[in-house]
């Protein structure tokens, strides 16, 4: 998964478990609500740097692009606000905003993929009950990981195809044209890999090294 | 379920994430993506079920730091920023798309499916992301808010449209939905 | 429906018996009065598009499971044992881009095992020997939809390999392959310990074959040695425009 947005550095931060991070956040995102006062929140937000930057070492450059991606949110909530309660309101609303976007890129920067989707599969353990299995969100990840860029690679293919015989390339038409064949054909894989999967054995119940006795899903 | 559903499931998932590769435009704050699309073939597509569970496997991908969103943005961030509420309900959207496609499956045609699609796909969508603009600041009121959403609606209408026309001959060429009460004899 | 596969004794002499097997979707049947049994170690299946011949794969282990009649795989039915049928009888799909989902080569070899409950150790060893096989070592922790179509086709046949089957089948293993790549598959199969039934468009594959059946219209038309099959198959399709 080279894609993801986590930077590998050897802190404490990064060392921590991906539960208490998210705990964390959690936390801090009551706090920030509860307690809207200027100093509380400024103060959550100056710890908030100091564990990404100070204890997390991570390039300040990448919380600055997690800032630019809500700037415009921080423009007009500042201005509303400003407008309404005066320059105060407007602060701790842009403070508050800052805090949060903040918190939590320091949780997914220090925290492996891995590790959040352990965090999920544990999270979904409880729906064992209703029959859904957890150890299949690693498949279902797996899947769509290995999807994304063959469904990218076939809507290139019919588009390329319709272009060549002078169809629309724009516009409604264009979206139609493409989309129709293109979900026709993706969903025709899906079953395909489906019946691969089965035929490796992933419809089978519980893995055999469990006790018996589990009823059928 | 069976490992098919599993699969359609993350292919719908993979198909919000590549609607996401279509260049957004960006209007204010939020930006005018592809992938509300994806929400809406999602629901009329898999139905309600399915749909619902592919686009919360989508922001579960992106919340653990894929950066599958259309601005190449990720992460957990976007899960608290005051756009978030549009993100919620992304699944739920889906579901409701997916449940009017289930109850009018037998008749279902281009006007079926624009109910659908305006109702899932952008009344639901509207309901729970505009309030949550408001949670944020207290001083931006729902009026405001409801006022600024306003310039998505065109967008927002073309992209049922081109659902509602997909789905529609989707259905003809590979329906995946069930008829309800099949003979349950083929396993 | 009660499934004891870890109880389900397999009797390899009996072979695939298939008995009075149809198969409809909805309306459209796509196979139709099929009763044959095959003892045979090499099969092959050939036919035009849309004969019936995939589904016919498919039932050998249980992917499809008849709407009439039953199909056995050394005396294991699919309809009530299809478990231990699973386990039997090993999958090669035609596109491996379909069959191959997981980040690397090694884990995707992997995915059988873990659902058959292999320890984690046994695992690693098994997929290292099948890996060695296949000339994949080098590429175990690669991603696996960087492989080139050859490779990916190797490696899906690789992950079928490493759960050993006592069977397999292969649906058009080499259509979507150069003639390179079809020859080593081609190798590939006649060298298998297995039993195999291949379906196939590529008639070179059925070289040092036993039988092969041949497939129309949702019927077995005929069912013979390799090369009186083939001339079967050409004059049913010289007929025709």
């Not at chain 3, 050859?150 to 690789?158: F, N, R, S, V, W």
């Not at chain 3, 468009?201 to 090369?227: I, Q, T, W, Y």
Request: glycine fraction near 10%; aromatic fraction near 6%.
């Amino acid at each position: 998964m080279t894609l993801a947005l986590y930077v590998p550095v050897a802190s404490p931060v990064h060392r921590a478990p991906a539960g208490v991070k998210l705990l964390a956040l959690i936390a801090v995102s009551v706090v920030v609500f509860a307690v809207p006062t200027l100093p509380v929140v400024g103060g959550v937000l100056v710890a908030v740097l100091l564990t990404g930057l100070g204890i997390a070492r991570l390039p300040a450059a990448l919380l600055g692009r997690q800032v630019r991606a809500v700037v415009w949110w921080l423009l007009a909530l500042a201005v509303v606000t400003g407008v309404v309660g005066g320059v105060a309101s407007a602060a701790l609303v842009v403070l508050r905003l800052l805090t949060l976007v903040l918190a939590a890129a320091v949780v997914t920067a220090t925290t492996r993929v891995t590790e959040l989707v352990a965090v999920v599969e544990w999270l979904c353990s409880p729906l064992r009950v209703v029959g859904v299995r957890p150890a299949r969100i690693g498949l279902l990840i797996a899947m769509t990981l290995r999807f994304i860029p063959l469904v990218a690679e076939r809507a290139e293919r019919i588009r390329d195809a319709q272009a060549a015989r002078g169809g629309a390339v724009r516009g409604i038409r264009a979206w139609t044209t493409t989309a129709v064949p293109l979900l026709v054909q993706v969903l025709q894989m899906a079953h395909t890999t489906a019946e691969a999967l089965d035929a490796r054995g992933a419809d089978d119940d519980a893995p055999p090294a469990r006790p018996p006795g589990r009823g059928r899903r | 379920m069976k490992t098919r559903d599993l699969a359609y499931v993350a292919l719908f998932a993979a198909i919000v994430a590549v609607l996401g590769l279509v260049p957004a435009i960006q209007v204010g704050p939020v930006p005018i993506t592809a992938q509300t699309l994806g929400v809406m073939l999602a629901g009329s597509v898999l139905g309600a079920r399915r749909g619902f569970l592919a686009l919360l496997l989508f922001l579960v991908l992106v919340a653990v730091g894929l950066p599958l969103l259309a601005s190449g943005s990720g992460g957990l961030s976007v899960f608290v920023g005051p756009s978030a509420g549009y993100l919620y309900s992304w699944p739920i959207g889906a579901f409701v798309v997916g449940l009017i496609t289930e109850l009018t499956w037998t008749r279902y045609n281009l006007a079926w499916a624009l109910l659908a699609n305006v109702v899932g796909g952008i009344l639901v969508v509207y309901a729970i992301g505009i309030p949550f603009v408001a949670v944020y600041a207290d001083a931006v009121t729902l009026r405001q808010s409801f006022t600024g959403s306003f310039v998505f609606l065109p967008g927002d209408a073309v992209k049922a449209v081109i659902a509602s026309l997909v789905a529609v001959q989707v259905r003809r060429a590979y329906p995946v939905i069930e008829r309800p009460r099949r003979a349950a004899a083929v396993r | 429906m009660a499934e004891h596969s870890t109880d389900a004794v397999a009797d390899p002499a009996r072979g695939i018996v298939l008995t009075g097997v149809g198969h409809t979707y909805g309306s459209r049947t796509v196979l139709a009065d099929v009763t044959v049994t095959l003892t045979e170690r090499r099969v092959g299946i050939i036919g035009a598009n849309g004969s019936g011949k995939s589904t016919f794969a498919r039932l050998l282990n249980g992917l499809v499971v008849p709407t009439e009649g039953s199909v056995t795989v050394d005396g294991l039915d699919t309809r009530g044992q299809l478990r231990a049928v699973r386990r039997r009888v090993g999958f090669v799909f035609q596109d491996p881009d379909a069959q191959i989902v997981h980040p690397t080569v090694a884990e995707d070899v992997a995915f059988g095992l873990e659902n058959m409950g292999v320890p984690p150790a046994e695992r690693a060893a098994r997929v290292g020997e099948v890996l060695d096989r296949y000339g994949l070592t080098g590429h175990a922790d690669h991603p696996a939809h960087l492989l080139s179509g050859g490779q990916k086709q190797l490696l899906a046949i690789a992950g079928v390999l490493v759960m050993r089957p006592a069977r397999i089948v292969l649906d058009e293993p080499t259509t979507l392959l150069d003639l390179l790549n079809a020859r080593r598959v081609a190798r590939l199969v006649q060298e298998l310990d297995q039993s195999v039934v291949v379906v196939t468009h590529d008639l070179a594959l059925l070289g040092g074959f036993e039988r092969v059946l041949v497939f129309d219209a949702g019927r077995l038309v005929a069912d013979d040695s390799p090369a009186a099959a083939i001339d079967t198959y050409r004059s049913l399709m010289a007929g025709r425009t």
